[in-house]
């Protein structure tokens, strides 16, 4: 769990930073985008932690998560301002997904990175209802690229698990 997580975290801080390279300062999605990406360094620091801790070796595809998130961050902000949260609403669905199941896995074996992945979950949870604020639901292709995000976000956790 922790190896995965910490993946999730890690490719979520290269896609914002990825976006927010696209977007700059100024943009009027980029402040919110910039809080989001603000939470997610304090989830990959909580995980770095975990990581060290534990003896958990991380994923051996952190470089490729490194150069395939920073690239999906920066391809939707190129398409448009809500694409770039398109691409939030589609990883955070995934991921509230992804946390509901290990929370009842965990069940009462793992208090501590049980209150950990409910904290983060609401806020993943808080980052998809900033997205759709921020017109998501209206990017171009919103079905088709949220679909398509979807699907890399369930591939790469499973690839993360096992590698």
């Not at 360094?41 to 998560?65: C, K, M, N, S």
Request: proline share 4%; net charge negative; charged share 30%.
């Amino acid at each position: 769990m922790i190896r995965v997580d910490h993946a999730g975290e890690f490719g979520a801080t290269r896609i914002y930073a990825g976006q927010l390279a696209v977007l700059g300062k100024s943009s009027p999605a980029a402040h919110e985008i910039a809080r989001m990406a603000a939470q997610e360094d304090r989830h990959l620091a909580r995980f770095d932690r975990y990581i060290a801790e534990r003896g958990v070796r991380p994923t051996a595809l952190q470089p490729i998560w490194n150069v395939a998130g920073f690239a999906l961050g920066a391809a939707t902000a190129l398409i448009s301002e809500k694409a770039a949260m398109a691409c939030t609403d589609a990883v955070e669905t995934e991921i509230d997904k992804h946390y509901r199941e290990q929370l009842e896995a965990l069940g009462d074996h793992d208090p501590e990175l049980a209150a950990d992945i409910t904290q983060f979950r609401a806020e993943e949870l808080e980052h998809l209802d900033k997205a759709r604020e921020h017109g998501a639901e209206e990017a171009p292709a919103y079905p088709l690229l949220t679909g398509m995000i979807r699907a890399g976000c369930r591939v790469a956790i499973e690839l993360s698990k096992r590698i």
